[in-house]
């Protein structure tokens, strides 16, 4: 059973409240202090008795400071300077509990009150609170003589009341556990009386009562008992053989009652450190003194020896300061005959900067995120010093040039805190160097290394290495062809520098660029989807998006231009003369023409660029090669000769045009040319050319194909209405036979008609036709509105609305107007209908050939007879639709 009693103060406490101080109090007193942790300044004093069995409870931690919910999720741990863990903390119940035994004399040997000091640290946010623990002394300890036996000599002629100085026991417990009294059995010779010294031990004289006879009693045998005031009471004993001498009647006197001596700690072994001295008025061998030192322990660690003949006082061992600032000796001066003289020499131990620091980390993760804001704790720092004053008072700094500085918190603890921005891409790693200093002469420090690295975030987008990127591919590539590899660069770390590729979201002639052109997420490298067309598009831009893989992603963008190279894969067109497949053009020379005659030009032009463009002209077959040359450059067509009556009305010329590329493309063009004076010579003489028969066959098969969907459409069409005739009538019955009201209802896109009913907005259509096709296509627009009213004008039913999905089915025959062109062919046969739109009647008309052989022929020159353009074929229609629901 033992008793327990907690202590709490608080620094900086109000007067006026013994509470532990809240969170918010502590802030206000902690105004410069601009870190992210919060330290608490509370100590608790515990006491407790030593020799505790391990395990025992030494108090409610977590219950005395409040920290019932922070112990386990602030990682809460202790810090004891001292190498032996005497507590532990138990986490989950918040006990301070004992880890080892607790011996309160090896711990604190006679220093009293004996307490050692802890500290509590508590993670997220960093928080400390300082324990104090006293030991209190058990009586577990009797008291002990130094010696089994004490032997005395003490002459007869002693006089009554000499006092003869006693082994002291020793007692390793303090208080009312120590030596408290002694006491003396056995003769009425000597009487014993009991001294306290200054620093409150006791110990025993013996006083001679009465004179000595050794001729009646030679030896005497008494009991020295030592009795500690513990509960319950221990004592030791020893016994004391008195030797009875014969006269000595003088004994040794000091010429000081004490004797004071002061010695650095740090003074070698062998040192004289103090001398004393004494006399004896005896002469002769009776005045013969010996020195010695009393009250001590055979183990001893008294560090000195005293010369038994000349008094000095020497340094056996080492001295330390920090462990025995002083020390008391008793010096006794003993002649032959047993009689003695008492002394104390004071030795006192003056302090020397002899310690260095002692840097302890006590808390520290080696990690900081480069976007920790400026205060930051990295870590707490305790640094001891074992020396006193002045040698003992210690200062911590760091280099000047690192983002890091020291502040000073709580007995000898720093926080290493941020004070500038960290930026892992330039510093990804500080080696922190902590050197402690003490303000001793000479100073003494020591140092120690902190590794601290700096974990990355996504600060930094990635960056390609090229504003613009230009690149090559040649006209007609293969798709899937690589074009060039973008890249980027991102200095962030692991996940962070990973770099994906994309196209933005851009078009390309209305086309998103994706259609034409991928890029590896990977490597950057872009590939053509496609095969370019340098006559569609000289040059692509594209924007391509460096994205990184932090979490938020950082992103940038280039351009890559991609520049098309021409190819020569166009051969050159003839623009001029036009050949037509069923016509011809003729170009008329007069035969009195002379020499270089310009007779035609022939016009031609290549989409390549460059030297893939230059055209030149050929004269390839002539009917007359003498007579016509053609311009390598220009293409113009001139006779190198005079044209004479010989030469035939019929000269055909076929010139090839030919571009400069490799390899070179070319096109050749038929020139006919008719030598004659007059019109009707030349009509007779071109008047049997074919017919383009294989275009009379191609409008053939297009007339069939759409006469039979025409009559299909038709029968479709008659099927349809027919249904929906008989639909209706069936609804008319219905609405007919019954009883219900008729509320008219309007739809705002009807209009109101005579009355009666309602009828849609006309519907126009348009039907166009390419001017260089045969073929047409025709597009129908549908009605916005597809709910239709139908309303019985002889009955009173209920109106019902339905949805007109196919307009088509309630349309009426209403006229229509269809304008055809016929043209004639080589023959002067009509070839095609016109309907006449003024009635309902159809007729014909067909250009006839009266004016010469060109007209209605397929090789009619361009420009030239009323069917020049016959190609275009310009068709319009328009349609009207009504709907009269009072006739339904």
Same mark, same amino acid.
């Given at each position: 059973?033992?008793?327990?009693?907690?202590?709490?103060?608080?620094?900086?406490?109000?007067?006026?409240?013994?509470?532990?101080?809240?969170?918010?109090?502590?802030?206000?007193?902690?105004?410069?202090?601009?870190?992210?942790?919060?330290?608490? %300044?509370?100590?608790?004093?515990?006491?407790?008795?030593?020799?505790?069995?391990?395990?025992?409870?030494?108090?409610?931690?977590?219950?005395?400071?409040?920290?019932?919910?922070?112990?386990?999720?602030?990682?809460?741990?202790?810090?004891?300077?001292?190498?032996?863990?005497?507590?532990?903390?138990?986490?989950?119940?918040?006990?301070?509990?004992?880890?080892?035994?607790?011996?309160?004399?090896?711990?604190?040997?006679?220093?009293?009150?004996?307490?050692?000091?802890?500290?509590?640290?508590?993670?997220?946010?960093?928080?400390?609170?300082?324990?104090?623990?006293?030991?209190?002394?058990?009586?577990?300890?009797?008291?002990?003589?130094?010696?089994?036996?004490?032997?005395?000599?003490?002459?007869?002629?002693?006089?009554?009341?000499?006092?003869?100085?006693?082994?002291?026991?020793?007692?390793?417990?303090?208080?009312?556990?120590?030596?408290?009294?002694?006491?003396?059995?056995?003769?009425?010779?000597?009487?014993?009386?009991?001294?306290?010294?200054?620093?409150?031990?006791?110990?025993?004289?013996?006083?001679?009562?009465?004179?000595?006879?050794?001729? /009646?009693?030679?030896?005497?045998?008494?009991?020295?008992?030592?009795?500690?005031?513990?509960?319950?009471?221990?004592?030791?004993?020893? &016994?004391?053989?008195?030797?009875?001498?014969?006269?000595?009647?003088? +004994?040794?006197?000091?010429?000081?009652?004490?004797?004071?001596?002061?010695?650095?700690?740090?003074?070698?072994?062998?040192?004289?450190?103090?001398?004393?001295? +004494?006399?004896?008025?005896?002469?002769?061998?009776?005045?013969?003194?010996?020195?010695?030192?009393?009250?001590?322990?055979?183990?001893?660690?008294?560090?000195?020896?005293? !010369?038994?003949?000349?008094? *000095?006082?020497?340094?056996?061992?080492?001295?330390? %300061?920090?462990?025995?600032?002083?020390?008391?000796?008793?010096?006794?001066?003993?002649?032959?005959?047993?009689?003695?003289?008492?002394?104390?020499?004071?030795?006192?131990?003056?302090?020397?900067?002899?310690?260095?620091?002692?840097?302890?980390?006590?808390?520290?993760?080696? /990690?900081?995120?480069?976007?920790?804001?400026?205060?930051?704790?990295?870590?707490?720092?305790?640094?001891?010093?074992?020396?006193?004053?002045?040698?003992?008072?210690?200062?911590?700094?760091?280099?000047? !040039?690192?983002?890091?500085?020291? =502040?000073?918190?709580?007995?000898?603890?720093?926080?290493?805190?941020?004070?500038?921005?960290?930026?892992?891409?330039?510093?990804?790693?500080?080696?922190?160097?902590?050197?402690?200093?003490?303000?001793?002469?000479?100073?003494?420090?020591?140092? =120690?290394?902190?590794?601290?690295?700096?974990?990355?975030?996504?600060?930094?987008?990635?960056?390609?290495?090229?504003?613009?990127?230009?690149?090559?591919?040649?006209?007609?590539?293969?798709?899937?062809?690589?074009?060039?590899?973008?890249? +980027?660069?991102?200095?962030?770390?692991?996940?962070?520098?990973?770099?994906?590729?994309?196209?933005?979201?851009?078009?390309?002639?209305?086309?998103?660029?994706?259609?034409?052109?991928?890029?590896?997420?990977?490597?950057?490298?872009?590939?053509?989807?496609?095969?370019?067309?340098?006559?569609?598009? &000289?040059?692509?831009?594209?924007?391509?998006?460096?994205?990184?893989?932090?979490?938020?992603?950082?992103?940038?963008?280039?351009?890559?231009?991609?520049?098309?190279?021409?190819?020569?894969?166009?051969?050159?067109?003839?623009?001029?003369?036009?050949?037509?497949?069923?016509?011809?053009?003729?170009?008329?020379?007069?035969?009195?023409?002379?020499?270089?005659?310009?007779?035609? =030009?022939?016009?031609?032009?290549?989409?390549?660029?460059?030297?893939?463009?230059?055209?030149?002209?050929?004269?390839?077959?002539?009917?007359?090669?003498?007579?016509?040359?053609?311009?390598?450059?220009?293409?113009?067509?001139?006779?190198?000769?005079?044209?004479?009556? &010989?030469?035939?009305? &019929?000269?055909?010329?076929?010139?090839?045009?030919?571009?400069?590329?490799?390899?070179?493309?070319?096109?050749?063009?038929?020139?006919?040319?008719?030598?004659?004076?007059?019109?009707? *010579?030349?009509?007779?003489?071109?008047?049997?050319?074919?017919?383009?028969?294989?275009? !009379?066959?191609?409008?053939?098969?297009?007339?069939?194909?759409?006469?039979?969907?025409?009559?299909?459409?038709?029968?479709?069409?008659?099927?349809?209405?027919?249904?929906?005739?008989?639909?209706?009538?069936?609804?008319?019955?219905?609405?007919?036979?019954?009883? %219900?009201?008729?509320?008219?209802?309007?739809?705002?896109?009807?209009?109101?008609?005579?009355?009666?009913?309602?009828?849609?907005?006309?519907?126009?259509?348009?039907?166009?036709?390419?001017?260089?096709?045969?073929?047409?296509?025709?597009? %129908?627009?549908?009605?916005?509105?597809?709910?239709?009213?139908?309303?019985?004008?002889?009955?009173?039913?209920?109106?019902?609305?339905?949805?007109?999905?196919?307009?088509?089915?309630?349309?009426?025959?209403?006229?229509?107007?269809?304008?055809?062109?016929?043209?004639?062919?080589?023959?002067?046969?009509?070839?095609?209908?016109?309907?006449?739109?003024?009635?309902?009647?159809?007729?014909?008309?067909?250009?006839?050939?009266?004016?010469?052989?060109?007209?209605?022929?397929?090789?009619?020159?361009?420009?030239?007879?009323?069917?020049?353009?016959?190609? /275009?074929?310009?068709?319009?229609? +328009?349609?009207?639709?009504?709907?009269?629901?009072?006739? *339904?």
């Amino acid at each position: 059973v033992f008793a327990v009693r907690a202590f709490v103060s608080c620094s900086n406490a109000n007067p006026s409240s013994l509470n532990i101080p809240s969170s918010a109090w502590a802030l206000s007193n902690l105004q410069n202090l601009f870190i992210l942790f919060l330290f608490y %300044f509370i100590k608790i004093r515990y006491v407790l008795p030593e020799e505790m069995k391990r395990g025992s409870v030494i108090g409610n931690v977590a219950l005395d400071l409040g920290l019932q919910a922070r112990l386990v999720s602030g990682r809460a741990r202790l810090v004891i300077d001292d190498e032996h863990q005497y507590v532990t903390l138990n986490q989950n119940k918040g006990h301070i509990v004992v880890n080892e035994r607790i011996d309160r004399e090896i711990l604190c040997a006679k220093k009293s009150p004996c307490s050692f000091t802890l500290e509590i640290v508590l993670e997220d946010p960093l928080e400390l609170f300082a324990i104090t623990i006293e030991i209190q002394d058990v009586n577990d300890h009797a008291p002990v003589f130094p010696k089994n036996e004490i032997n005395l000599e003490i002459s007869e002629s002693t006089s009554a009341g000499t006092v003869f100085l006693l082994d002291s026991a020793v007692d390793p417990d303090v208080g009312i556990n120590s030596l408290q009294t002694y006491s003396l059995k056995g003769n009425e010779h000597f009487v014993l009386k009991q001294h306290t010294r200054a620093d409150g031990s006791k110990y025993p004289e013996m006083m001679l009562q009465s004179n000595l006879d050794r001729e /009646k009693q030679s030896e005497h045998a008494l009991i020295l008992t030592a009795v500690d005031g513990g509960e319950p009471q221990k004592s030791g004993t020893v &016994k004391i053989n008195v030797s009875v001498l014969d006269a000595n009647d003088n +004994a040794p006197i000091f010429m000081q009652s004490s004797y004071k001596a002061t010695v650095l700690e740090n003074v070698s072994p062998g040192a004289v450190i103090a001398k004393v001295s +004494a006399e004896d008025a005896d002469q002769g061998y009776n005045g013969n003194i010996a020195y010695s030192f009393t009250h001590q322990k055979d183990d001893s660690s008294c560090p000195f020896e005293i !010369n038994p003949v000349s008094g *000095e006082v020497k340094l056996t061992g080492e001295l330390d %300061f920090e462990m025995y600032p002083s020390y008391e000796i008793n010096i006794q001066a003993k002649d032959p005959w047993g009689l003695a003289g008492a002394s104390k020499l004071m030795i006192e131990v003056a302090d020397v900067n002899d310690n260095s620091p002692v840097i302890t980390m006590t808390s520290y993760s080696g /990690k900081i995120s480069e976007d920790s804001p400026y205060g930051t704790v990295v870590a707490l720092i305790s640094v001891q010093d074992k020396d006193s004053g002045r040698n003992g008072q210690v200062h911590l700094t760091i280099e000047e !040039n690192l983002p890091f500085k020291i =502040k000073s918190s709580l007995r000898n603890y720093y926080t290493l805190a941020t004070e500038k921005i960290l930026d892992r891409e330039r510093h990804s790693k500080y080696n922190i160097t902590l050197t402690a200093t003490d303000e001793g002469v000479p100073a003494l420090s020591s140092t =120690k290394v902190l590794s601290l690295e700096v974990t990355d975030v996504n600060d930094n987008a990635p960056a390609f290495i090229k504003d613009n990127y230009i690149t090559q591919v040649m006209e007609n590539n293969p798709p899937g062809v690589s074009l060039l590899q973008v890249h +980027a660069e991102d200095p962030d770390l692991g996940q962070n520098a990973r770099i994906s590729y994309y196209l933005t979201d851009s078009e390309i002639n209305g086309n998103p660029a994706s259609a034409y052109f991928s890029v590896n997420t990977e490597s950057g490298d872009i590939q053509s989807l496609r095969s370019f067309d340098y006559e569609q598009l &000289k040059e692509y831009k594209i924007r391509v998006q460096a994205q990184d893989g932090g979490s938020p992603s950082l992103r940038s963008n280039t351009t890559v231009i991609i520049r098309v190279q021409d190819q020569n894969d166009n051969p050159p067109q003839v623009l001029y003369p036009v050949q037509t497949g069923g016509s011809m053009v003729a170009e008329m020379v007069p035969r009195s023409a002379d020499v270089g005659y310009l007779v035609t =030009k022939v016009v031609a032009v290549d989409v390549d660029s460059g030297q893939n463009a230059w055209l030149s002209y050929k004269l390839q077959k002539a009917t007359d090669r003498a007579l016509f040359e053609v311009g390598l450059q220009n293409g113009e067509i001139r006779t190198i000769r005079q044209v004479t009556d &010989k030469d035939a009305v &019929k000269q055909r010329l076929t010139v090839i045009v030919e571009d400069n590329g490799q390899p070179s493309r070319s096109a050749t063009v038929i020139v006919n040319v008719a030598v004659a004076d007059s019109f009707p *010579e030349v009509l007779s003489e071109f008047s049997d050319f074919p017919h383009d028969k294989e275009y !009379n066959d191609n409008l053939t098969f297009y007339l069939v194909l759409a006469l039979a969907v025409v009559s299909f459409l038709f029968i479709t069409c008659l099927v349809v209405i027919i249904s929906v005739k008989i639909y209706r009538w069936r609804q008319s019955r219905i609405l007919y036979h019954s009883s %219900f009201p008729v509320i008219p209802y309007y739809p705002p896109r009807y209009s109101d008609t005579m009355g009666t009913g309602t009828l849609p907005h006309n519907y126009n259509y348009e039907v166009c036709r390419t001017t260089d096709s045969r073929k047409s296509e025709i597009k %129908f627009g549908q009605a916005n509105s597809q709910n239709v009213l139908l309303m019985d004008p002889s009955s009173f039913g209920t109106i019902q609305r339905i949805q007109s999905e196919k307009s088509i089915l309630d349309e009426t025959d209403s006229p229509a107007s269809v304008r055809f062109s016929a043209v004639l062919s080589s023959s002067g046969k009509c070839a095609g209908p016109v309907l006449d739109p003024r009635g309902a009647k159809n007729w014909f008309s067909c250009w006839q050939r009266s004016a010469g052989p060109w007209f209605g022929s397929d090789e009619a020159p361009f420009g030239s007879g009323p069917h020049s353009d016959r190609r /275009k074929y310009p068709v319009h229609r +328009a349609e009207s639709r009504q709907r009269d629901f009072n006739r *339904e």
